[in-house]
Structures are given as structure tokens and as C-alpha cells.
């Protein structure tokens, strides 16, 4: 197998893409089509992605972690959307968005009890920070907590929780105070089917569509003190650290979906004839392929170049910033020329670059907007 990105990558990241995508094809791809027509993620995978050490990569080995690190994470996110966006986000968000609050912010009975059955494959997790209101304004967010007695009441709505119908344990952020957004936000593990809790219907997303996405909403829910997870007032900041790694899983997100829709395409170019030769002959469709690959490459440099430097325990932000900006970007624009080298197949649904092309719109979104990135940007230039 090729390897690429290979100057940041050590021997045995290139060994761990290669079970990934062996896994992949052999677990996950036959299962593509059903997953997206029945709008699911197929709940036998989760037992076989802990089995294979999948849901605990970077986690430490004590409290159920595999081994690996940020970017063995980014090489099984890129090698998992390779084959589909909506199965690919739902165990990264389990895993490597909701679990990493438990692993750093959890006390050792919160992390027994919630994260290990996560990292096991037995249990989901969600991260619910966004709401009708507030979805890039984290500081604010409306739903409140009220101190009642040793514990909480939640009263609020969150919106587009991924895993939010199937989680089994969703990490809410709350305001618990009346000041700044950025002091005031403390986050509560909540259980699914408590009192006081209720899931909405399943959100019919343009893409990722084996992905569950769901409002959430709180009516005087009921939070025991042990169950706040870090320190009360600091949620706003937690979220923020979670963000980096979180962020790095999405651009290598859509490093796959680009990787897979250049391969589709190339594949096509050199079957498909026009005017009685291939149209991997025509220049105009060679060029863009190429072009198609330079993106490619360079958004998954960028995102390797983020996930090494976490890795090494420095800090990231505008690499992070600048790997899911441009990565999101490089994406649609390479599924986007994917469907139009397959020309009309291209715009069936059921054509893997069609999916694609569906799938990479929501990485300009989700986890940070494209324009959010630049903001963190130009003030990391000082402007
Ligand atoms: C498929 C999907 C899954 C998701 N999963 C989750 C999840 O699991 N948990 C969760 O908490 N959230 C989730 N989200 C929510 C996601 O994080 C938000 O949609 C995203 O942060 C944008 O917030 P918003 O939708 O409220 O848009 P807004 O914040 O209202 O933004 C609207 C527009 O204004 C722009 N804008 C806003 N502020 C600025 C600014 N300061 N400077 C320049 N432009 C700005 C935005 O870039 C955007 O173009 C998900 C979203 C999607 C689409």
C-alpha cells in the first residue's frame, strides 16, 4: 500500500493503517449501503471495534486504552470515512470527542464507571455542547443548572447531538452561574433515560447519514454532585482543551473522504471512455485529478503536522486551526471534482462519491466552523 505522509508517521503507524484499512474493508464496507439507507450505524461494529483495540487509541492502558496516540486516532479516522462519514463520526465521537472529557476531567469512580464500558465497545457516549441559540458562541449557552441540594437541575435544549438516540452516557455543558460564559460553565454527566430527560427525533441531515443526530432536551433533570465532571466554572475551558484533538479527528476526516473520492475518481477516468478513448486521456480530467491529489496530500500533511505536534505535547492551536480549515475545504472541493469526472453516475445517491460528496459538507460545520478557524487564526497573528 501506498504511504503517504509518510515523514511524519513512524514503522508502526504505517503497520496500524494497514489492520485499519484491513478492518475497514473487511468489517465496515459491506455494511456501507444498508447503514445509509436505513439511516443507522450498524450495532454489531461496536463490540468488533473494541475487540480490535479501535476505541481506546491514546487512552491510558489502566483505565481500558489500546495504546497509540493522536495520530493513530487521525489514521483510523481518515481509514474509517475512507469508506463513510456517517459510521466513520459515530465511534470517533464516542471515543475520541466524549471519552477524552471523562479521561481528563474525570475522577477515578466517574472514569470506572462511564468510560471504561465506553473504551469496552459496551456503552456510547455524546458531547452536548451545542444549542438552538449558541452553537459557535460556546460562552453562550442558555441551558441552566440550578444547585438543588447535593446536585443539579438541568433545564434546557441542546441541538444536533451526534449519538444523541443511542448514547448511553452524554457529557452536557451547563451554565452555573449568572457571570461571563467563559466562567460559568461547568458540564454534568447525564444517563440516558433518567428523569427529566429526553431525546427528539432523529435529525434528517443532508449527509452522514449513518450518523444519529438528535436535540436533546432537559426539563428540571435531575444531576447528582458526583456526577459534575472537573471543576465547577471551568466547562467553557475543558471544552476548548477537548477541542484541539477533537479537531484534528475531523480534518482527518476529511482527509479520507477526499483520499477515497481521488481514488474513485482516478479509477473511473481510466475505464470511462468518451469520443472513443478513456477520458484519463483529456487533459482537462488528468489535471484535475492531479489536482485532486495535491489537496489531498496537503491537507493530510497539515493534519499529520497537528496530530505530531499534540503528540509531543506542544502547543497546537493554529496548526490545529489551519488543519480543519483547509483539510474541510481541500474535501469539497475534491469530492466535488470526484462527481464531476463520474459526470451523471456521479449524481446517483448510491455512488460512493455521491456519499462523499454529501458527507464533506458537514466537516466545514461541525466542530467548528470554517470561519471559527480563521478567527482563531487571525488572533493567533495578532491581528
Ligand atoms: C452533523 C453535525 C453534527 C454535530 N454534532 C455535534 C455534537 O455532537 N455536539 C455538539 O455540541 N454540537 C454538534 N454540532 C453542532 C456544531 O458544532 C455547530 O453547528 C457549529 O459549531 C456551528 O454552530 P451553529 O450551527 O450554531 O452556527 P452559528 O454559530 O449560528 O454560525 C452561523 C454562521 O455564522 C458564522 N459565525 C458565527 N460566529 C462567527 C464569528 N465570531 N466570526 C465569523 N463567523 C461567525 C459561522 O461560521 C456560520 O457560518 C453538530 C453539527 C452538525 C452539522
Not at 471551568?234 to 484534528?248: K, P, S
Request: aromatic share 6%; charged share 20%; net charge negative.
Amino acid at each position: 500500500m501506498q504511504v503517504p505522509g509518510s515523514t511524519l508517521l513512524s514503522p508502526e503507524h504505517r503497520e496500524f493503517r494497514v489492520i485499519c484499512r484491513k478492518f475497514v474493508d473487511e468489517r465496515v464496507r459491506p455494511f456501507v449501503s444498508e447503514a445509509e439507507e436505513s439511516r443507522t450505524f450498524p450495532p454489531h461494529l461496536w463490540r468488533q471495534l473494541a475487540d480490535a483495540g479501535l476505541l481506546g487509541l491514546g487512552f491510558p492502558e489502566g483505565l481500558g486504552g489500546s495504546g497509540g496516540d493522536v495520530r493513530s486516532v487521525a489514521i483510523l479516522s481518515e481509514e474509517l470515512a475512507r469508506a463513510s462519514g456517517g459510521i466513520a463520526i459515530t465511534p470517533l465521537v464516542s471515543s475520541y470527542m466524549a471519552a477524552p472529557h471523562l479521561v481528563r476531567f474525570g475522577t477515578p469512580a466517574q472514569q470506572e464507571r462511564y468510560l471504561r464500558p465506553v473504551l469496552a465497545g459496551e456503552q456510547v457516549a455524546a458531547i452536548a455542547v451545542s444549542e438552538p441559540g449558541a452553537g459557535s458562541d460556546v460562552a453562550g449557552i442558555a441551558l441552566r443548572a440550578h444547585a438543588d441540594g447535593d446536585g443539579y437541575r438541568l433545564k434546557g435544549t441542546k441541538l444536533f447531538i451526534t449519538n444523541g438516540g443511542i448514547a448511553d452516557v452524554v457529557i452536557v455543558a451547563a451554565k452555573t452561574g449568572d457571570g461571563d460564559g467563559h466562567r460559568s460553565i461547568t458540564t454534568f454527566i447525564v444517563e440516558q433515560g433518567q428523569a427529566g430527560f429526553t431525546v427528539g427525533r432523529p435529525l434528517q441531515k443532508m449527509g452522514w447519514h449513518a450518523s444519529d443526530t438528535r436535540e436533546l432536551i432537559f426539563d428540571d433533570c435531575y444531576v447528582p454532585g458526583e456526577r459534575v465532571l472537573g471543576e465547577r466554572g471551568r466547562g467553557f475551558y475543558q471544552i476548548m482543551t477537548a477541542f484541539q484533538a477533537e479537531r484534528v479527528v475531523l480534518a482527518a476526516m476529511a482527509v479520507g473522504l477526499a483520499d477515497a473520492s481521488l481514488e474513485a475518481a482516478t479509477i473511473y477516468a481510466r475505464e470511462r471512455t468518451a469520443f472513443g478513448r478513456p477520458i484519463s486521456t483529456l487533459q482537462a480530467v488528468r489535471h484535475a485529478v492531479a489536482r485532486m491529489k495535491t489537496q489531498t496530500e496537503a491537507a493530510r500533511l497539515l493534519t499529520y503536522h497537528a496530530a505530531a505536534l499534540i503528540d509531543a505535547g506542544e502547543d497546537a492551536s493554529e496548526e490545529v486551526a489551519m488543519a480543519k480549515l483547509f483539510a474541510a475545504q481541500a474535501a469539497n472541493e475534491v469530492v466535488d471534482q470526484a462527481v464531476q469526472v463520474f459526470g451523471g453516475a456521479g449524481y446517483l445517491e448510491e455512488v460512493p462519491v455521491a456519499m462523499h460528496y454529501r458527507d464533506a459538507r458537514a466537516l466545514r460545520i461541525a466542530g467548528g466552523t470554517d470561519e471559527i478557524q480563521l478567527e482563531i487564526l487571525s488572533k493567533r497573528i495578532g491581528l
